[in-house]
Structures are given as C-alpha cells and as structure tokens.
C-alpha cells in the first residue's frame, strides 16, 4: 500500500507515529498550519511556528525517510484577536518561498464569526496575490453547515479563486455536496468521535463518486489517528473497492491535486 | 456490496451503536437535575432515523446545524457543544 498523509499536524505528534506512517506505506505528509491549543501570545510565537514548520519538522520527517511539506497561516480559532491576525499574515510572504510550502491554509472560519470571516477574506487575497493553493478548514460540529456555505459564498464572490485549486476540508454528509458542485476540492477528515469516521467517507466515495475527493486523519495533539487512512484503505478492501479504485483515492487523488503546486515532488 | 453483505460488515457495530445510545438516555433518566439544550436536541435528530431514507446522515447533522445565515457579531468561546442552541 501507498498513501500521501494530506493534513497531519506532525509537530504535535511522536517520531513513533512517524515510523508506523512510514511502515504504513506513508509517501509524504502535509501538514497546515494549526492552532496550539492555546492563544499564541504574540506575531513572534507564529514567526517561530513558521520556521518549524518550514525548517524543523521536515527535517525530523526525513529520518524516517517521510517528505514533509507545510501550509501557512493563521487559524481562525485565533482570527477573533484581528490585529494580531493582520501581522501573522503580514510576515507570512518571508516564508512563501521556502522548498516545502504549498499554499495559504487551513484558514477558514471556527465560530463564524465577522472578524474570523474578515481574517478569512485576507488570507484568501493573500493567496490570490501569491498565486498560492489554498486549504480550507470548515467549523466543527453545529457551526459546519453555516460556516461552509459562508465560506463558499466568500470564494464564489473572489472572481480570481480558481476552484480547482482549493480544498475544502472536513467536509461531511450535509456539507459535502455544496462543496463539490461548487467546483471545489472536498476532504474527509477521519476521527474517531467527531468529523467522519471510515465507513461515513466510504459511504460518500459511494455516493459521490471518486473525483475531487481526498482522505485524511488531521491527526494532531487531540484524540486523533494517525493511521487513519490506510486503516479506511483496508476498510474499503473489506466493502470490495479495487486496489486500483483504492490506490485512487487515497494515492493519486492527493497527488493530483498537491501537484498543482510546482514544490509537490514525489520520488 | 449486497444488504447482505451490508449487514454481515456492519451489522454487529450498529447493534452496539444502538444499545449504547438507549443506555445513555436510560443514564441520562437516573440522573437527577435538569437536562441543557443537547438532550431535546438530540431527541429530535433521533427522529430521523425512523424516516425514509436514502439520507439520514444528512437530516441528522442538519437537525443538529445551526440553520442562521448571518456571521455572528463576535466569537466569544473557541469550542462547539455539538447541537445548535436557539
Ligand atoms: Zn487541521
């Protein structure tokens, strides 16, 4: 089996998760930009996040032999606070260059509110501006519905967003379909008590087909499983998808898109 | 897959799925105190599985969605509680 990782916040997790990725058949992880679990306290605190980001943690991928890609932002759990917002984004464009940078995310909207919508809007022109692919986190729980249709709405409004290079992630049974008739790339997020679980993802590959459709375990410093793709990959196995079909979703999909980005090189 | 085999997969996980949540509710009965916004809400999602199908998933997230359209003035707390709260 082979797999790309597409969302793992790999800082927050043990370099034993990292040699079972790599057993697992892990072919590159990619891993947005998150918040702590706690406020940061100043733009220093994201500058030093950044340079983890972009300098450490794919260093310490490559020791197990993992590439290790990144994407930069500030999250929208921390967009409430809009001054401390527009200076994260402001030092953002110093680490746009680096090797390993795919694009602007996981921006996005938390509670969904106007100044995290506000914070959403930057980001988005940031990425236009930079020609930047963009990864989307959409709210949890009882605030997804309006927090996706708020954010589809802000891209559909931005004429120089091309769908086909956003992901939109998290996406779930009631959301899922706006997403994909939007245009716009879906992720699945695999957890345990929230999100999705494996037969649910299956279920939507089911339903919606395989294309603009990608996996992922957004595996973290919560209650999250790092090998939560190629466990669905044996899970789809069991409910009798192709390998090809498999190899599909949770290989070349990934590929397909990260690709659109000229850094994303495997092998 | 055949609904056989639909149920031979999941049969079993569904089953404990099942009891689990008449356990809670039977839990949430013996205990004293008054319930908060989740149970009632709960209650109605639930109704959704007893409709037609094919997307019960998707009436039970929407039951459980907050439904407004305007961006909230200010975020004031960081988490969700899991059911819209009027
Ligand atoms: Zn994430």
Known sequence: ?267 | MTRQQVLDVYFMEARAKLIDIAAFLDRLDRAPGEPDFRLRAFIKALHELQGEGPNRAEKVLLSLSDPTTEPLAKATVKGATGAWRK
Not at chain 1, 183 to 204: E, N, Q, V
């Open chain 1, 1 to 267: 089996m082979r797999y790309i990782e597409p969302h793992g916040h790999m800082v927050s997790r043990t370099t034993d998760d990292y040699t079972a990725m790599a057993m697992a058949g892990c072919q590159a992880v990619c891993e947005p930009a998150f918040w702590a679990g706690f406020d940061r306290s100043s733009v220093d605190g994201f500058y030093d996040y950044f340079c983890q980001l972009t300098e450490h943690e794919p260093a310490r991928a490559a020791k197990f032999g993992i590439p290790h890609y990144t994407w930069l932002c500030i999250n929208p759990k921390e967009s409430e606070d809009t001054k401390l917002a527009e200076e994260v984004i402001n030092i953002i464009p110093k680490f746009l260059d680096k090797p390993t940078v795919l694009g602007i995310g996981e921006i996005g909207l938390n509670k969904n509110s106007r100044n995290e919508l506000r914070i959403f809007e930057k980001h988005v022109d940031l990425a236009a501006k930079h020609d930047q692919l963009i990864l989307i986190h959409t709210p949890h729980l009882e605030d997804k519905l309006k927090g996706t249709r708020l954010i589809v709405d802000a891209l559909k409004s931005d004429k120089r967003i091309k769908p086909e290079r956003v992901i939109i992630d998290h996406v779930e049974e009631h959301t899922i379909k706006l997403v994909l008739d939007s245009g716009f790339w879906a992720g699945m997020t695999l957890y345990p008590d929230s999100k999705c679980t494996s037969a649910r993802a299956i279920d939507m590959i089911d339903i919606y087909g395989g294309e603009r459709l990608w996996m992922n375990s957004a595996c973290d410093w919560g209650v999250s499983v790092p090998l939560a793709v190629p466990r669905t990959a044996l899970e789809m196995k069991k409910r009798g998808h192709s390998a090809e079909f498999i190899d599909k979703m949770i290989y070349q999909n990934p590929l397909k898109f990260l690709s659109q980005s000229p850094r994303f090189k495997l092998g």
